[in-house]
């Protein structure tokens, strides 16, 4: 088993639609859960992070980690066509470990 | 505030060619990685340092890739000779310090060998 699974898509949805984006992890040591952002032929962005379990609200983004089920979650609402990227879910260095571990990224296209 | 810079941003060499790959973190960004990132995957750290200091290459096939980081600012990461396997695209990031700061990636350099 991978430490960190991600469906990879791709996922196609009309603009305005919600949308959920989510990754599961094996490694209870992770404490730090974040989601980076790529557009095409550029590197990845940092979008959001969470600290241990609960939720975390941005603008439009959500992100969403339970602990209990090793379960993280991303939502997008009122998704729009600049959305249209691969978002990856990367637990963030647990303890002793300066190493992010990516998920394989879902691919996200809004349609206009 | 200008980011992660790399260069070349795309490189096509034929199989066991050498190349190298440079990178210019952000300033006064003391932590320095390397990630490969293949098509449809997520990116693999290859190797971290602290300052000039390698801390961690264990990811690092050192059979035919090497890195440096003189003076701690500047980094080169080198594959000699590639091989068909190589081929994908090569992300620096740099970050403050090492554990639970945000990490910046550059745009990559994407290596294509033939």
């Known amino acids: 088993q991978k430490e960190v699974e991600q469906d990879p898509g791709p996922l196609s949805v009309p603009e305005g639609a919600i949308v959920s984006l989510n990754c599961t992890y094996s490694n209870s040591a992770f404490q730090y859960f974040m989601w980076y952002r790529q557009y095409s032929r550029k590197g990845p962005e940092l979008l959001m992070y969470t600290y241990s379990s609960g939720n975390k609200e941005d603008g439009r983004f959500t992100a969403q980690v339970d602990k209990s089920s090793k379960y993280i979650s991303l939502f997008i609402r009122d998704s729009q066509p600049s959305d249209s990227a691969t978002y990856l879910c990367?637990?963030?260095?647990?303890?002793?470990?300066?190493?992010?571990?990516f998920g394989k990224g879902t691919k996200l296209s809004v349609i206009p | 505030e200008a980011g992660v810079v790399q260069s070349p941003r795309y490189k096509i060499i034929e199989k066991k060619q050498p190349v190298a790959f440079w990178c210019n973190p952000i300033?006064?960004?003391?932590?320095l990685y390397w990630y490969r990132q293949n098509l449809g995957q997520g990116p693999e750290l290859l190797i971290r340092y602290e300052n000039e200091e390698a801390v961690d290459d264990s990811q690092l096939p050192k059979d035919r890739f090497s890195a440096e980081r003189l003076k701690g600012v500047d980094s080169t990461l080198k594959i000699q000779p590639a091989e068909l396997g190589d081929s994908a695209v090569y992300l620096c990031a740099s970050s403050l310090a090492g554990r639970g700061d945000t990490q910046y990636f550059g745009p990559g350099t994407r290596l294509t060998v033939l």
């Open positions: 990367a637990p963030g260095p647990g303890a002793g470990s300066y190493q992010l571990t």
């Open positions: 300033s006064g960004h003391n932590t």
